[in-house]
């Protein structure tokens, strides 16, 4: 059974900072990993989608990498924005289907 | 594009009522749909696969008798939570995968934006 850990819980850090959010799941066989945004009482925003044959993925100021045997996958986030402020939610299939399984996600800040 | 509408936002019933909660792919057709329950501070949890046409497929410990999901067409999956109790109260969040594009296994999912439910 996939299980999907996130750390740290929360970071709170400086504008313009560049910060890193780590992600670790316990099954390898895996068909994607994603990693959302969700503002507070609100839905998902999907951020970056990295398929099980690629090692990153990029998308303007965010960066995300995969690797498959060590279970691990980071978020990078250049010179961070109080806009960025969020959690940050890491999900991984779940084998052999579409089934996500969610971390508990890290909660940004964030400070002007 | 792909983008996923839930109704209603926030809902508050009383206890021993029944709620339900729509979800809508507006500009893409979804075989399939997921619902999610997330608690405060909690990660999303996986209630149940929402397939069109068949039967959905419920994770354990999830009764399927009280959660009743029917996926009638292929952009509206619906989630009714019957004979609702207080412990029931929670941010229910719905996704959609899109049909035909590749590999859907290799598209985001796209998700709604939740109702918050409160069983008084």
């Known amino acids: 059974k996939q299980e999907v850990t996130q750390i740290p819980a929360a970071l709170s850090v400086p504008e313009g900072e560049n910060l890193v959010l780590n992600c670790s799941f316990t099954?390898?066989?895996?068909?994607?990993l994603q990693w959302f945004r969700q503002d507070p009482g609100k839905g998902l925003t999907s951020l970056l989608l990295?398929?099980?044959?690629?090692r990153e993925q990029t998308s303007g100021r965010l960066n995300a990498s995969l690797d498959k045997s060590s279970g691990r996958s980071t978020l990078y986030i250049a010179a961070s924005q109080p806009g960025d402020s969020a959690t940050y939610l890491c999900?991984?299939?779940?084998?052999?289907?579409?089934?996500?399984?969610f971390g508990k996600g890290t909660k940004l800040t964030v400070n002007p | 594009g792909a983008v996923v509408s839930q109704h209603p936002s926030r809902v508050i019933c009383k206890s021993g009522t029944s709620v339900k909660i729509e979800c809508r792919s507006l500009?893409?057709?979804?075989?399939?749909m997921f619902w999610y329950r997330q608690f405060p501070k909690q990660s999303l949890m996986l209630m149940a696969t929402?397939?069109?046409?068949?039967?959905?497929?419920?994770e354990q410990g999830v009764e399927k008798d009280k959660f009743l999901i029917n996926h009638a067409s292929l952009t509206l999956s619906t989630l009714t939570v019957t004979s609702a109790h207080p412990e029931d109260s929670s941010f229910y969040i719905c996704?959609?995968?899109?049909?035909?594009?590749?590999?859907?296994?290799?598209?985001?999912?796209?998700f709604g934006n939740g109702t918050r439910l409160t069983v008084t």
């Open positions: 996704s959609a995968s899109r049909t035909g594009v590749g590999s859907s296994y290799n598209s985001p999912l796209h």
């Open positions: 099954d390898s066989a895996i068909y994607n």
């Open positions: 990295i398929q099980s044959s690629q």
């Open positions: 999900a991984a299939s779940q084998g052999g289907s579409e089934k996500l399984v």
């Open positions: 500009d893409f057709q979804a075989t399939t």
């Open positions: 929402s397939n069109e046409g068949s039967k959905a497929t419920y």
